[in-house]
């Protein structure tokens, strides 16, 4: 697919942020739409705790939400592909039997899904993890039939910062040159978000701070959905407000 420049943001008055003119919304699902960075730490740290590596929850914060073997690649760089390989496989494995029947899907997200339909919106979701995963996370946000397209894991060679699974997701939706704006939890989606020529929205309930999303390149930052639904709904308000 070739590079999507940046879509113009359709005119507002200036106090509105551009995201809110956005014909696509393309959401991340792990630490955005569910509430699986922790657990997910958890378990890599386990897994490479069995593997005979010590390595800090924040030292695996720091680089949560990037392509699993490039993560693996950074922080164990003396070792061999095959042993990072033999790592991320058991983690896929110690996840899905451990801790994926137990992760939650944050508040609000079906309501803000619907909102977004009601204002004939296109959904897409763009994540690294894979089909199974995906499959739990859909079922427990409730958000399975307000999907309109889905790029993942399995779809893909390289996972974020990379913009691969996002050039999917947009291809699927029929996003041609339509405004369309990516909300992810970590760095590393608003730097796939750039590098499909889109517009990036951070949430905070990936634990990094405002300013880290803000330096990766968010316009905007929200404290999770919830937030920015209301904010959605502000906009909503008052435009649909006689003048007057």
Not at 100 to 116: I, Q, S
Request: aromatic share 6%; proline share 6%.
């Amino acid at each position: 697919m070739s590079e999507r420049k940046p879509a113009k943001a359709a005119k507002h008055p200036s106090s509105v942020e551009p995201w809110i003119s956005a014909a696509v919304f393309v959401f991340d699902v792990e630490g955005t739409l569910v509430d699986a960075v922790m657990p997910t730490l958890r378990c890599w740290r386990e897994t490479l705790e069995s593997f005979g590596h010590e390595v800090s929850l924040a030292e695996l914060h720091r680089l949560t939400g990037m392509d699993g073997s490039e993560m693996l690649a950074q922080l164990l760089p003396g070792t061999s592909k095959s042993e990072r390989e033999a790592i991320k496989q058991r983690e896929g494995e110690r996840y899905r039997e451990e801790y994926l029947p137990h992760v939650p899907a944050f508040p609000g997200v079906r309501e803000l899904f619907e909102a977004l339909k009601r204002q004939n919106r296109k959904i897409a979701l763009a994540t690294d993890c894979q089909e199974e995963e995906l499959q739990r996370y859909l079922a427990v946000s409730q958000i399975e039939g307000l999907i309109d397209a889905i790029g993942c894991g399995d779809d893909i060679k390289r996972g974020k910062p990379h913009p691969d699974v996002i050039e999917v997701a947009l291809r699927r939706v029929r996003a041609g040159r339509k405004p369309a704006v990516m909300i992810g939890d970590t760095p590393f989606d608003a730097a796939a978000a750039r590098g499909a020529g889109i517009l990036p929205v951070g949430v905070l309930t990936g634990h990094f701070s405002e300013n880290a999303l803000r330096d990766a390149g968010c316009q905007s930052v929200f404290r999770d959905l919830e937030a920015m639904h209301e904010e959605l709904a502000r906009n909503a308000a008052g435009l649909a407000a006689p003048a007057a």
